[in-house]
């Protein structure tokens, strides 16, 4: 998007000037007419979550005469008659990835359920159809396989959703299990890697009241099955049919003031919310949802956002240029599991 490719400009120019206030070495321009060679670069998820499934994406590294992105108007692509509406036909094309001519629920959720809690809302439609930048390198003929042990499962292509899913129907995840992947593209260096899947997280649901309370003077304790180890993620948010309920009153309703993001150590078995700042009182669903991620996820995605300076700085919510979980290229095989629960807030006013 715009603003993103200008942010990333001023901190590329951030970045120059301080490299060149810590090192001033010359001051004549040095020729950069050298490219490396490509590297892959892997993102495979093994996913112990029904709603989600396991895949893995892979692009290459571009040289200096490549586009590294282009641009990508989801809405433009569906609209296949160019009348700025989406018909049935255009909607099935869209969805329909079995081709048995209707729309399952899976169907729906798998292309836009953006943050995979398993509802898509208002804000998730309009951010599938946003036009966005996609990395221009992917690469679509590898050989993808993924084993537990001596079983192993060969994963292809789909076009429609730019990734490699498993071809077997019976691929079925499991819990605390070491699996390992072997990717081999043409031109590249072979990439393998290996991780082992996280505990299944389960919500302590009869700790919890029908109703949770919360305001400035008011927290809540979230609770889980203790005796799990390893890192996870608790997020919380309104349900999107919940969302302009009132449409008089809802049109300015904050939904940030009760978002929730954590980073939890999952063999505590309890977190308590901070304090929540809303200018009003209202009562909603929500959704709860606790994500167990397994080591590697955590260093790439977590951790790894300090490994150095540079990363810092770039507008990306990940480490880039090394990888976790794989050898001989770039990025990471991670896994996760999850938990989800439903409840009603019941948010009292901030008064200053």
């Not at 001023?10 to 090192?23: G, K, R, W």
């Not at 890192?231 to 049919?241: I, N, P």
Request: a negative charge; hydrophobic letters at 40%.
């Amino acid at each position: 998007m715009p603003s993103d490719i200008h942010r990333l400009i001023l901190l590329c120019v951030l970045c120059t000037a301080i490299t060149a206030c810590v090192n001033p070495q010359s001051t004549e321009w040095e020729d950069l007419a050298h490219d490396r060679e490509p590297v892959l670069n892997v993102f495979g998820l093994i996913s112990l979550d029904p709603q989600l499934e396991s895949f893995v994406r892979l692009y290459r590294s571009t040289n200096l005469s490549e586009l590294s992105e282009f641009r990508v108007d989801p809405f433009a692509v569906a609209d296949q008659n160019q009348n700025g509406e989406l018909d049935d036909n255009e909607l099935l094309a869209l969805v329909d990835s079995n081709g048995d001519g209707a729309i399952s629920d899976g169907e729906w959720l798998a292309i836009a359920d953006l943050d995979q809690d398993g509802t898509v809302d208002e804000e998730e439609w309009q951010d599938l159809f946003t036009p966005r930048y996609e990395p221009a390198a992917v690469i679509a003929n590898a050989y993808v396989v993924v084993f537990a042990g001596s079983d192993s499962t060969l994963f292809e292509w789909r076009a429609e959703r730019q990734a490699y899913y498993s071809s077997s129907s019976d691929f079925a995840t499991k819990p605390e299990t070491h699996y390992g992947i072997e990717i081999t593209a043409s031109g590249f260096k072979s990439i393998v890697g290996s991780l082992i899947t996280p505990q299944m997280p389960i919500f302590a649901v009869e700790l919890h009241p029908d109703t949770l309370k919360v305001g400035l003077s008011q927290t809540v304790n979230l609770s889980w099955q203790s005796g799990i180890m390893g890192k996870g993620v608790l997020t919380g948010k309104m349900l999107g049919e919940a969302i302009g309920v009132d449409e008089s009153k809802d049109a300015d309703l904050d939904l940030q003031c009760v978002s929730l993001y954590k980073v939890v150590d999952l063999e505590e078995g309890t977190y308590t919310t901070d304090s929540v700042f809303c200018d009003r009182s209202f009562t909603r669903p929500y959704l709860l949802r606790l994500t167990a991620i397994d080591a590697n996820y955590y260093e790439y995605f977590v951790t790894g956002e300090a490994r150095d300076y540079a990363n810092i700085l770039l507008p990306s919510n990940t480490t880039q240029g090394w990888g976790v979980g794989i050898e001989g290229g770039y990025g990471v095989f991670g896994a996760i599991a999850s938990d989800s629960m439903q409840r009603i807030i019941s948010v009292e006013p901030w008064e200053e």
